[in-house]
T-cell receptor
Framework: GDSVTQMEGPVTLSEEAFLTINCTYT??????LFWYVQYPGEGLQLLLK?????DKGSNKGFEATYRKETTSFHLEKGSVQVSDSAVYFC????????????FGQGTELSVKP | DTGVSQDPRHKITKRGQNVTFRCDPI?????LYWYRQTLGQGPEFLTY????????KSRLLSDRFSAERPKGSFSTLEIQRTEQGDSAMYLC????????????FGEGSRLTVL
């Protein structure tokens, strides 16, 4: 079945460092890809999405490019802030899945001042 | 505010008891999803409704679990004869049909089974 694999955390960075969180997927058909974020004490929020190959999703300085050839959707940010500390989830959904999301296991990011 | 309220936020119960969680989404979206999240894992899909119709149930949803959405607005998730393995965060989310994948999650209901 469809699945998502993320790099294991926790990831600890200093403020202003470059961030990459790897995400690869296995899917039949042509899934849409998402990054969701869970800040401490809050619910999951959509961060960005891409619906077809080569699309780039972006939001709040974060970017991810839908790479069909490598089945990847890595999350990047050029300069992280302490406020970016959260758990990040890669997810996918396909046209035959009723809109439900399949999530990776999450990657915890901790940014130190 | 994601427009999804869940109640209770935390429930502690003894093994074998029944528990019920409620989800109240704002009315603009007609799809409602239930997920379960355990510590250190991503959310796992349980079931979803379009209006009042339950369209899909995961194999994770054993016979002890039942979900309803009687009027296409709020939803309940009941767990009968709870087991320690049911301890988890139960998440509810709303979404629009056709706009797949863009879900708005509540803050969850945490279940602890002693």
């Amino acid at each position: 079945g469809d699945s998502v694999t993320q790099m294991e955390g926790p990831v600890t960075l200093s403020e202003e460092a470059f961030l990459t969180i790897n995400c690869t997927y296995t899917a039949t058909g042509y899934p849409s890809l998402f990054w969701y974020v869970q800040y401490p004490g809050e619910g999951l929020q959509l961060l960005l999405k891409a619906t077809k190959a080569d699309d780039k999703g972006s939001n709040k300085g974060f970017e991810a490019t839908y790479r069909k050839e490598t089945t990847s959707f890595h999350l990047e940010k050029g300069s992280v802030q302490v406020s970016d500390s959260a758990v990040y989830f890669c997810a996918l959904t396909g046209g035959n899945q009723g809109g439900k999301l399949i999530f990776g296991q999450g990657t915890e990011l901790s940014v130190k001042p | 505010d994601t427009g999804v309220s869940q109640d209770p936020r935390h429930k502690i119960t003894k093994r074998g008891q029944n528990v019920t969680f409620r989800c109240d989404p704002i009315s603009e979206h007609n799809r409602l999803y239930w997920y379960r999240q355990t510590l250190g894992q991503g959310p796992e899909f349980l079931t979803y409704f379009q209006n009042e119709a339950q369209l899909e149930k995961s194999r994770l949803l054993s016979d002890r679990f039942s979900a309803e959405r009687p009027k296409g607005s709020f939803s309940t998730l009941e767990i009968q004869r709870t087991e320690q393995g049911d301890s988890a965060m139960y998440l509810c989310a709303r979404g629009r049909a056709g706009n797949t994948g863009e879900l708005f999650f509540g803050e969850g209901s945490r279940l602890t089974v002693l």
